[in-house]
């Protein structure tokens, strides 16, 4: 058990889980906040309206009314509200209200985020045990709230420098404007097989800290959203030499490290902050994550006064006893909780090798077909430097025929049913986990055989004919831009860019076609969602590289966050400077 782990408690508890069943078991009489009373006042809501008859007896989504003659119907809500009589029919489901009856508050038992002492204390250590960190914080506001607090706990004075990788998520750019900070960016090193962004080279890392030795620390993304990384620990080794904290946006990589067959973990390799979003891999609730730390380098009390700044005073009980459950359910189950999703991607790589035309990708060096169990680790192959692993829960296609973009194969997906995490200008992100099973996989597989087979009837194939792949349909490869990468030619570092709250003056403003942006300082933040990641920053010039691929990504069904004009036409941008 981690030395730092000093409650004793067995990892096979959920404590703060436990207390919140206790609270509900005890049918207290609540006179404390929140106000619904335990879900009691949907309870009396229904019964004074008569909508439910007995809500614990009827089906989820259903409800039980009383026909002309007496008899039961059982009517499916509706929850478009057209008019005002259908409101009766929207009544709380019974697992909602169930919820409410441990949606409670700081009282006695519970303990209290922000100076835990009792079961919430104890389930931190549990976490901090079963993720290898010293010390571990529940996040009910998502990696957000880490990335925010570990930016404002090394940034302790105005214009404090931090080397920030290009493309990080929009949370690190608002943590260095609520900082007053300075970012250097770093340029990722790109896939050239993908031509996505991973992360920044060794050199770079090197190059970055040499020049700005009084820099606070370095901020760096992995994996990144399509689940492509490389090894941390050489670059958590020169940070520690330059005597810089190594914090780590691993929002997508909280399962790493907890199966043989997956990538290592952030902490494994050094890192000093490590943010995870318990809720995208694991099993929280969605904003549930954890903010795990070791090493001296972070000043362990300034990073408490900044999580209990960046997080609310009122957290989620139902949010953080998901986290106890996501880490009772790893404490317990090891690896073996990896299982059914990892059989499941195996199954889904086995279809799509019947399938040519929609490929995978996967390190260069990686070959197609599966290793057995604990003979070999393919998320640790040898690759190209800047991508050797691939997380092998994120399965991500494309059409390599060329016919149907990224956004193209995700709306026939959804039409099947198929919900996709993401998708590009030509990749489709299949988000896989724990909960995955072979179902999903068959499910999958069933849609893209049933989008080739209508691909081939409209073209009027052979059923035997085929597919050509997109190199011999065409001699130039068509233009790809991901959403995730921001960069463009341009030196590995940039010089320091000022960040602060001090909005920009609306007068001082114009609006101007996306097409003619170019050349004008934007006055807005541009960013693709999801993932998330800025393609441009307010007061930063737009380039025509730049222009031209938020054009493509509009035009390509691309949703942005930042941009005023929600039809994606206009930006607004600074006025020339006479």
Same mark, same amino acid.
């Given at each position: 058990?981690?030395?730092?782990?000093?409650?004793?408690?067995?990892?096979?508890?959920?404590?703060?889980?436990?207390?919140?069943?206790?609270?509900?078991?005890?049918?207290?009489?609540?006179?404390?906040?929140?106000?619904?009373?335990?879900?009691?006042?949907?309870?009396?809501?229904?019964?004074?309206?008569?909508?439910?008859?007995?809500?614990?007896?009827?089906?989820?989504?259903?409800?039980?009314?009383?026909?002309?003659?007496?008899?039961?119907?059982?009517?499916?809500?509706?929850?478009?509200?057209?008019?005002?009589?259908?409101?009766?029919?929207?009544?709380?489901?019974?697992?909602?209200?169930?919820?409410?009856?441990?949606?409670?508050?700081?009282?006695?038992?519970?303990?209290?985020?922000?100076?835990?002492?009792?079961?919430?204390?104890?389930?931190?250590?549990?976490?901090?045990?079963?993720?290898?960190?010293?010390?571990?914080?529940?996040?009910?506001?998502?990696?957000?709230?880490?990335?925010?607090?570990?930016?404002?706990?090394?940034?302790?004075?105005?214009?404090?420098?931090?080397?920030?990788?290009?493309?990080?998520?929009?949370?690190?750019?608002?943590?260095?404007?609520?900082?007053?900070?300075?970012?250097?960016?770093?340029?990722?090193?790109?896939?050239?097989?993908?031509?996505?962004?991973?992360?920044?080279?060794?050199?770079?890392?090197?190059?970055?800290?040499?020049?700005?030795?009084?820099?606070?620390?370095?901020?760096?993304?992995?994996?990144?959203?399509?689940?492509?990384?490389?090894?941390?620990?050489?670059?958590?080794?020169?940070?520690?030499?330059?005597?810089?904290?190594?914090?780590?946006?691993?929002?997508?990589?909280?399962?790493?490290?907890?199966?043989?067959?997956?990538?290592?973990?952030?902490?494994?390799?050094?890192?000093?902050?490590?943010?995870?979003?318990?809720?995208?891999?694991?099993? !929280? +609730? /969605?904003? *549930?994550?954890?903010?795990?730390?070791?090493?001296? =380098?972070?000043?362990?009390? &300034?990073? $408490?006064?900044? @999580?209990?700044?960046?997080?609310?005073?009122?957290?989620?009980?139902?949010?953080?006893?998901?986290?106890?459950?996501?880490?009772?359910?790893?404490?317990?189950?090891?690896?073996? !909780? +990896? /299982?059914? *999703?990892?059989?499941?991607?195996?199954?889904?790589? =086995?279809?799509?090798?019947? &399938?040519? $035309?929609?490929? @995978?990708?996967?390190?260069?060096?990686?070959?197609?077909?599966?290793?057995?169990?604990?003979?070999?680790?393919?998320?640790?192959?040898?690759?190209?430097?800047?991508?050797?692993?691939?997380?092998?829960?994120?399965?991500?296609?494309?059409?390599?025929?060329?016919?149907?973009?990224?956004?193209?194969?995700?709306?026939? @997906?959804?039409?099947?049913?198929?919900?996709?995490?993401?998708?590009?200008?030509?990749?489709?992100?299949?988000?896989?986990?724990?909960?995955?099973?072979?179902?999903?996989?068959?499910?999958?597989?069933?849609?893209?055989?049933?989008?080739?087979?209508?691909?081939?009837?409209?073209?009027?194939?052979?059923?035997?004919?085929?597919?050509?792949?997109?190199?011999?349909?065409?001699?130039?490869?068509?233009?790809?831009?991901?959403?995730?990468?921001?960069?463009?030619?341009?030196?590995?570092?940039?010089?320091?860019?000022?960040?602060?709250?001090?909005?920009?003056?609306?007068?001082?403003?114009?609006?101007?076609?996306?097409?003619?942006?170019?050349?004008?300082?934007?006055?807005?933040?541009?960013?693709?969602?999801?993932?998330?990641?800025?393609?441009?920053?307010?007061?930063?010039?737009?380039?025509?590289?730049?222009?031209?691929?938020?054009?493509?990504?509009?035009?390509?069904?691309?949703?942005?966050?930042?941009?005023?004009?929600?039809?994606?036409?206009?930006?607004?941008?600074?006025?020339?400077?006479?």
């Amino acid at each position: 058990m981690n030395e730092y782990n000093t409650s004793g408690v067995g990892k096979k508890r959920a404590p703060l889980y436990e207390a919140l069943l206790a609270y509900r078991d005890s049918k207290q009489r609540s006179y404390h906040v929140p106000g619904h009373k335990n879900g009691q006042v949907y309870y009396q809501w229904m019964q004074q309206f008569n909508t439910v008859e007995d809500v614990q007896k009827k089906e989820i989504g259903d409800i039980i009314e009383t026909g002309k003659e007496g008899e039961q119907i059982s009517v499916v809500a509706d929850y478009s509200l057209k008019d005002t009589d259908q409101s009766r029919h929207v009544v709380p489901v019974r697992a909602y209200l169930d919820m409410m009856e441990m949606d409670v508050t700081e009282i006695t038992g519970t303990d209290d985020l922000h100076h835990p002492e009792g079961v919430i204390k104890e389930a931190q250590d549990l976490a901090a045990d079963c993720f290898g960190a010293e010390e571990s914080f529940f996040l009910v506001g998502g990696s957000t709230a880490g990335n925010l607090s570990l930016l404002l706990t090394i940034c302790d004075e105005p214009g404090s420098i931090v080397l920030v990788q290009r493309n990080v998520h929009k949370s690190v750019i608002h943590g260095l404007m609520l900082a007053g900070a300075r970012a250097v960016f770093l340029e990722p090193w790109v896939d050239p097989e993908s031509g996505l962004a991973v992360m920044p080279s060794i050199e770079t890392i090197q190059a970055a800290v040499q020049r700005y030795p009084e820099a606070k620390g370095v901020f760096v993304t992995l994996p990144n959203y399509y689940g492509m990384g490389a090894d941390l620990t050489p670059i958590a080794e020169v940070c520690h030499e330059a005597g810089m904290p190594l914090l780590v946006d691993e929002a997508h990589g909280a399962h790493y490290g907890q199966h043989p067959e997956l990538p290592v973990s952030a902490l494994s390799c050094g890192a000093d902050g490590v943010v995870q979003s318990t809720h995208k891999m694991l099993a !929280a +609730f /969605t904003m *549930g994550a954890m903010l795990h730390i070791q090493g001296p =380098r972070l000043n362990r009390p &300034l990073l $408490r006064q900044r @999580l209990a700044m960046v997080q609310s005073s009122s957290p989620s009980y139902p949010v953080m006893a998901s986290l106890d459950l996501s880490r009772r359910l790893l404490h317990v189950h090891g690896a073996d !909780a +990896f /299982t059914a *999703g990892l059989a499941a991607v195996k199954a889904l790589k =086995r279809g799509l090798a019947e &399938l040519p $035309r929609f490929q @995978l990708l996967q390190p260069a060096d990686s070959l197609q077909q599966e290793p057995a169990y604990g003979n070999e680790n393919p998320a640790a192959l040898p690759g190209r430097q800047g991508y050797t692993a691939q997380d092998p829960f994120k399965v991500v296609i494309y059409d390599d025929t060329g016919v149907l973009s990224g956004y193209g194969l995700q709306q026939q @997906l959804e039409a099947c049913g198929c919900v996709p995490e993401m998708s590009d200008e030509r990749y489709v992100v299949l988000l896989f986990s724990l909960g995955s099973t072979l179902q999903d996989a068959e499910h999958v597989l069933q849609a893209l055989r049933h989008i080739n087979i209508a691909y081939k009837l409209e073209h009027s194939l052979e059923s035997t004919a085929p597919v050509r792949t997109a190199s011999q349909t065409q001699t130039d490869p068509p233009i790809y831009v991901s959403t995730w990468n921001n960069i463009e030619d341009r030196e590995r570092l940039s010089e320091p860019v000022a960040f602060s709250l001090q909005p920009i003056i609306e007068r001082d403003t114009i609006v101007v076609p996306i097409e003619d942006c170019a050349g004008y300082r934007s006055a807005e933040m541009v960013i693709p969602y999801p993932p998330g990641i800025p393609l441009v920053y307010p007061g930063e010039r737009i380039s025509s590289k730049i222009a031209e691929r938020i054009r493509i990504l509009r035009d390509g069904g691309a949703k942005f966050q930042g941009i005023s004009d929600h039809m994606y036409q206009k930006i607004k941008v600074m006025k020339p400077e006479s």
